[in-house]
Nanobody, 128 residues
């Protein structure tokens, strides 16, 4: 059973940076893709970024393009989210997720129901 553990969250001032990590454990880990989602207070969980494990193709929500970077370390079974130029509206619990397979068309998606394993989340708070 795959387990995902996030770390790296915290309190940062607007304009600052944080790097989130998500370490996977439990058996042979070879996901189709991994992603980060964010859930702000009172809001639905939304897609932030994803990476296809086989070829490192990356996908971003429009509101983080140019500010956030998703990457992975295959040897460590770890995915990262480098967040820069943070804004107060980026405040949320950030969740790591892994998909065992693509959607019905074999694609990476930003739909949370296409992801099969989830971490417990890490809080990111951006002060103004």
């Amino acid at each position: 059973q795959v387990q995902l553990v996030e770390s790296g969250g915290g309190l940062v001032q607007a304009g600052g940076s944080l790097r989130l990590s998500c370490a996977a454990s439990g058996g042979t880990f070879s996901p189709f893709s991994m992603a980060w989602f964010a859930q702000a207070p009172g809001k639905a969980r939304e897609f932030v970024a994803a990476i296809r494990w086989r070829n490192d193709m990356t996908y971003y929500a429009n509101y983080v393009k140019g500010r956030f970077t998703i990457s992975r370390d295959n040897a460590k079974n770890t995915v990262y989210l480098q967040m820069s130029r943070l804004k107060p509206e980026d405040t949320a619990v950030y969740y790591c997720a892994a998909a065992d397979r693509g959607n019905s068309m074999g694609e990476v998606t930003g739909w949370e129901y296409d992801y099969h394993h989830w971490g417990q989340g890490t809080q990111v708070t951006v002060s103004s």
